[in-house]
C-alpha cells in the first residue's frame, strides 16, 4: 500500500519556537508539497519540490522554509512560530502532473 | 489567471442524486482532479478527467467539458459515508503544482 506518513498528527508549540514537520513518501515520487487548509480558504501551497535539493514558492511561503535532503523526505520549517501559522498541514507527492497522494496531516497549533 | 469555482455547501438525502459543480480558469489545461476529503482527515483521488465527457467509476462520475471550462462529479445512491468536503483541483499550467478549489462541504441527511 503506498504512502505518505507524517511525523506528528497533533502538536503544540509557542509562539517563537522553531518547528519541524516531517514528511516521508515510499512511492519513489519526485515530487512532493507542502500545503496548509484552513476554514473557508481551501488548500493553499506552501512549497514544492520537484527533484532532491529543488523548492520553489507556493502561494504563502512567507515565514516558512522547506528541505529535500533526500528523494523520500520533505520537511517543512517554521523558523519562528506564530500564532497565524495555527493550521492543518498536508505533505502530498506525485509523479509528474498525476494525483497526488496526501499524508494524513499535521495540526499545529501555536499559542 | 487561474481560478476554481465549488459551491460551498450542499445538503442531500441518503439514496438520491447529487451533481457537485466545478468551474475553472486556466492558462493551459492538463486535466482535472478530484477528490474527497472527511472531516479531520486526508483527502483522497477520485477521479481525473482530461477528455471531454463522463468518466463512470461505480456511484461515482465525473464529467468535462473543456470549452466551458467546466466540471460536475455526479455521486448516486448517496450514502451516509459520502458526507464530506469534494476538492476540484487542476495542475497549474507548465508546472507540477496544483490549484484547489476551497471545496464543496456535501451533508447526506437520513
Known amino acids: 500500500d503506498v504512502k505518505v506518513t507524517q511525523s506528528s498528527r497533533y502538536l503544540v508549540k509557542r509562539t517563537g519556537e522553531k518547528v519541524f514537520l516531517e514528511c516521508v513518501q515510499d512511492?519513489?515520487?519526485?515530487?512532493m508539497f507542502w500545503y496548509r487548509q484552513d476554514p473557508g480558504l481551501g488548500l493553499r501551497l506552501i512549497y514544492f519540490?520537484?527533484?532532491?535539493?529543488?523548492?520553489e514558492k507556493g502561494d504563502i511561503p512567507e515565514g516558512y522554509s522547506v528541505s529535500r535532503e533526500k528523494k523520500e523526505r520533505f520537511s517543512l520549517i517554521l523558523e519562528s512560530a506564530s500564532t497565524n501559522q495555527t493550521s492543518m498541514y498536508l505533505c502530498?507527492?506525485?509523479?509528474?502532473?498525476?494525483?497526488?497522494?496526501f499524508g494524513e496531516g499535521s495540526r499545529l497549533t501555536v499559542l | 489567471g487561474q481560478n476554481i469555482d465549488q459551491p460551498t455547501e450542499m445538503t442531500a438525502t441518503e439514496g438520491a442524486i447529487v451533481q457537485i459543480n466545478c468551474t475553472y480558469q486556466?492558462?493551459?489545461?492538463?486535466?482535472l482532479f478530484w477528490y474527497q476529503q472527511h472531516a479531520g482527515e486526508a483527502p483522497t483521488f477520485l477521479s481525473y478527467?482530461?477528455?471531454?465527457g463522463l468518466e463512470e467509476k461505480g456511484r461515482f462520475s465525473s464529467f468535462l467539458s473543456r470549452s466551458k471550462g467546466y466540471s460536475y462529479l455526479l455521486l448516486k445512491e448517496l450514502q451516509m459515508k459520502d458526507s464530506a468536503s469534494y476538492l476540484c483541483?487542476?495542475?497549474?499550467?507548465?508546472?507540477?503544482?496544483?490549484?484547489f478549489g476551497t471545496g464543496t462541504r456535501l451533508k447526506v441527511l437520513a
Open positions: 502530498a507527492s506525485s509523479s509528474g502532473s498525476r494525483e497526488l497522494f
Open positions: 478527467n482530461v477528455l471531454d
Open positions: 483541483a487542476v495542475p497549474h499550467s507548465g508546472t507540477y503544482k496544483y490549484i
Open positions: 486556466t492558462s493551459g489545461f492538463n486535466g
Open positions: 519540490s520537484y527533484d532532491v535539493k529543488m523548492k
Open positions: 512511492m519513489d515520487h519526485e515530487n
